[in-house]
């Protein structure tokens, strides 16, 4: 969150209860929204081990065959719970693309800025970020894909 806050960023922090593997949806309900609303910020990686974040709704999944095929790898795969925790410095569950350890491109769902409001994890477990599609893009600035399914 201290990133936001250094971009000036619009945003309100959202507390709520959740537990994996059902994260989305509890959240979903206690923040009485849609769970595609709700935004997963994956840590992924390519055939060379190189590190990617990946946007997608909370309903929906990553096509890993058609984001190899967009951005050029052979094989794209999750990254371990370890690996995640090491690349971006936030545990799994709780990672936000703002404030991580590693410079590193971020991949996101093109049809996420048709969505007026969405929610973030916010580094920590329990806290989510509220913000505008339009916020996450101008100051993200990720590349944007179609690659849910």
Request: glycine share 6%.
């Amino acid at each position: 969150m201290q990133d936001l806050q250094k971009q000036n960023s619009v945003f309100t922090v959202c507390s709520c209860q959740y537990t994996e593997p059902e994260a989305v949806q509890q959240a979903a309900a206690e923040l009485n929204v849609d769970p595609h609303c709700i935004i997963k910020t994956l840590v992924m990686e390519d055939e060379l081990g190189k590190p990617l974040l990946v946007l997608v709704p909370g309903d929906q999944d990553v096509s890993t065959e058609e984001l190899a095929a967009t951005i050029g790898a052979q094989e794209i795969s999750f990254c371990s719970p370890e690996l995640m925790e090491v690349h971006t410095g936030y545990e799994t569950g709780a990672i936000s693309p703002f404030g991580i350890q590693k410079v590193m491109p971020a991949f996101m769902e093109k049809s996420i800025a048709m969505l007026p409001e969405i929610y973030l994890g916010a580094g920590q477990r329990g806290l989510l970020v509220k913000m505008s599609s339009a916020e996450l893009i101008d100051k993200l600035k990720p590349f944007m894909v179609s690659i849910a399914k």
